[in-house]
């Protein structure tokens, strides 16, 4: 299931967040060979993940962390206009109605429905919360990816070459890019929303509150 | 309760709050702002990064001081669903289920408040943090359906009164506001000269949903309600030249 944590409620969820950060470690240190940094108990975090971003997390069953991506308002501190404004044509990009979208993250061995199901996650938060736009920082790989699922950026720019190949990219929302991730991911919209409203809370009548 | 149709009201108002000098022109634009979306309140709230308290918005006098006199600030689930996020809450969503947080509700209403609200809640700079709130009196369904069509909107003048705040820091030096990159300032240029979005992204070489997104970001600089009005102020201040 998808989970939508701000980054000051991750110790709530401890098994998960544990198993994000190694997993961060592992597909940016291990496999892609990016300049990120380590710690001591092999988590891979970075100045980022201190601004209380919210992540969007695929849970397994088991409870460990099976994907995720990590959300941040670009009218704040972001990735994007800190280090990647040579792919942005020298844009700041910066508004309430655009979100980066960074850290995009599969465990080893995730089940195939896993990236499509965190990107029909970042459709809900785009439609609920008015975010018009998602720029995000993401590797070679997750070009294919992206593609198979449906839900293809608009590249900005690129450097490095093969598995070190890192773009900036672009995404908005449309109904029908929002279904054919669906269907990849397996999920019904009913399920994505009910997920939705499991960390962010179902719309309740007052009436009943106050009888109760 | 309804739509702010007539836009360039909406435009004026932004360009009103640009100039307020201080607190008491901040609370005479969220009275009319008030008026012209037809809903019970608007509240701006916001604690700057000394941690000091200010306010502004139509709430009676008699409902502010008991809030604080009552402690609510604790128990509030605005407050609790709202303070280090950044997304928009109905209040609905938000947690009401102890006993407390139900009595605080009926309280609210008591005092007018209404029974439906929308809290925008801003970071702003350094723990500043801020919460633009409208509530009202009505359907779950009419709540639902005024509030997705206002978003964008009030999303936008939530985080205008907010930078206007910020000017209001004491100590505080007046940063440059974000200078346009000659990227957006081509893509303004364009659009002010009379091309259509196709045209200019053909012209710029790059796909019509980046443009959107330099527009945008440019429209932000600009502090502008939509493109219009955008190209307008670029023109005004002579951030472009035709």
Not at chain 1, 188 to 202: N, Q, V, Y
Request: aromatic share 10%.
């Amino acid at each position: 299931m998808i989970r939508y944590i701000y980054g000051n409620d991750l110790h709530k969820f401890p098994k998960l967040a544990r198993t994000m950060f190694l997993d961060r470690a592992d597909q940016f240190k291990t496999r892609l060979g990016w300049d990120v940094t380590v710690d001591a108990r092999g988590f891979e975090r970075d100045e980022y993940d201190a601004e209380n971003p919210l992540y969007v997390i695929w849970e397994n069953k088991d409870g460990t962390h099976g994907g995720s991506m990590r959300l941040l308002p670009t009218v704040g501190r972001t990735m994007v206009n800190d280090h990647f404004i040579h792919l942005t044509d020298g844009v700041h990009i910066e508004s309430p109605l655009i979100w980066e979208c960074t850290r995009f993250c599969l465990a080893r061995g995730a089940a195939p429905g896993v990236a499509a199901a965190l990107m029909l996650a970042g459709g809900e938060v785009m439609q609920e919360f008015g975010v018009m736009h998602y720029v995000g920082v993401f590797d070679a790989r997750m070009v294919r990816i992206y593609k198979r699922i449906g839900s293809s950026p608009d590249i900005l720019g690129q450097e490095g070459e093969g598995r070190a190949m890192i773009a900036v990219g672009l995404w908005e929302f449309s109904a029908e890019a929002q279904a054919k991730v669906a269907r990849t991911a397996g999920i019904t919209p009913e399920m994505s929303k009910r997920w939705f409203a499991r960390s962010f809370g179902e719309i309740v009548d007052e009436a009943g509150l106050i009888a109760a | 309760m309804g739509f702010l149709r007539n836009a360039s009201r909406l435009d004026g108002l932004i360009e009103r709050l640009e100039s307020a000098e201080g607190l008491e022109d901040l609370q005479v634009l969220i009275e009319e702002l008030r008026d012209e979306y037809g809903v019970d309140h608007i509240v701006y709230h916001w604690v700057n990064s000394a941690g000091e308290q200010y306010g502004c918005g139509t709430y009676d006098l008699e409902w502010v001081n008991r809030y604080v006199e009552k402690g609510y600030l604790r128990i509030d689930p605005v407050i609790q669903g709202c303070y280090q996020r950044f997304h928009p809450v109905n209040w609905k969503r938000l947690d009401w289920s102890s006993k407390a947080a139900r009595a605080f509700l009926e309280d609210a209403i008591t005092h007018g408040i209404g029974n439906q609200g929308y809290s925008i809640p801003i970071r702003g700079p350094n723990g500043q943090f801020a919460l633009f709130t409208m509530s009202h009196n009505g359907s779950d369904e009419g709540w639902e359906r005024f509030t997705g069509d206002n978003r964008r909107d009030l999303i936008l003048v939530a985080h205008y009164f907010n930078s206007k705040a910020l000017e209001f820091e004491p100590g505080r030096t007046p940063e440059a506001a974000q200078s346009l990159s000659p990227r957006e300032i081509e893509a303004m240029t364009l659009l002010a000269i009379g091309y259509n979005r196709a045209q200019a992204a053909d012209t710029l070489s790059i796909s019509e949903h980046t443009l959107r997104v330099y527009i945008e970001s440019a429209r932000h600089k600009l502090g502008a309600m939509n493109t219009t009005h955008a190209v307008a102020r670029a023109l005004s201040r002579g951030v472009i030249v035709v």
